[in-house]
């Protein structure tokens, strides 16, 4: 999207050459038309070109985890809410050699209600199991709308469901993103989470100010107009 935009003609009364140009903070592209047809009176310069500007987007917000966890381990919080037949619903947490490391412990009791659960796991993938016994599974039906989400560093959603039969199994990982150097802040930004997925170098934004964007426009303004004098006779 262009940052500004501004027309300019050659100031001759013999030509009409009506240019646009459209600025980013990286490159300009500038697009001129001669046979727009001539007016009945061209306009002349009286005065450098004027600019309008769009605001620039502030910067990413800024996320602190979680942190209440040990070295080597992330927070995962687990929301569940119950259908009609809450003693159905189980499940268990699997790291990746399918022993199971945590599960919910007393069948559930209460219909519709949210029960919350919060653990330090090690750093590492896993998989989460829901079982409904009797194969309907906790949502979207006449006995009530039950579900499951949970997430890590004490923001990110990792998964969330509710809709499915006899069983559900979402897998999830998580990293310790409180102690990656005692030196730094614990404060993690959107940007560096997702660091690894980002390309190896990011391109650079170059910064112009309005003074050195005014000269260059009309340099390239100048350059058109001196090639246009060169093709249209007079």
């Not at 502030?58 to 985890?65: G, M």
């Not at 219909?111 to 330090?120: A, D, G, P, R, V």
Request: glycine share 8%; aromatic share 14%; with cysteine.
């Amino acid at each position: 999207m262009s940052i500004f935009k501004t027309d300019y003609w050659g100031g001759n009364s013999n030509l009409y050459a009506l240019c646009d140009a459209y600025f980013d903070q990286s490159k300009i592209d500038i697009e001129c038309d001669p046979n727009r047809g001539l007016p009945s009176a061209v306009p002349s310069i009286t005065s450098s070109p004027s600019f309008s500007f769009l605001p620039t987007s502030s910067s990413a917000p800024t996320i602190t985890p979680d942190c209440s966890c040990g070295v080597g381990e992330f927070k995962f919080e687990l929301e569940l809410r119950t259908d009609s037949f809450p003693q159905e619903t189980s499940w268990q947490i699997e790291d990746g050699n399918g022993d199971i490391l945590f599960t919910n412990e007393t069948a559930y009791n209460e219909q519709f209600t949210t029960f919350n659960h919060e653990y330090c796991l090690p750093v590492g993938c896993y998989d989460f199991v829901i079982d409904d016994s009797y194969g309907d599974g906790i949502c979207c039906g006449y006995y009530g709308d039950g579900y499951y989400k949970a997430s890590v560093y004490g923001w990110e959603e990792v998964f969330n469901g509710g809709d499915f039969g006899s069983q559900a199994i979402e897998h999830f990982c998580g990293e310790d993103v409180c102690h990656i150097e005692s030196s730094k802040s614990q404060s993690v930004s959107f940007s560096s989470l997702e660091q690894k997925n980002a390309p190896t170098s990011a391109p650079t934004t170059a910064s112009l100010n309005i003074e050195t964007l005014t000269s260059t426009v009309l340099k390239y303004f100048e350059s058109i107009v001196t090639f246009f004098k060169n093709l249209l006779p007079f």
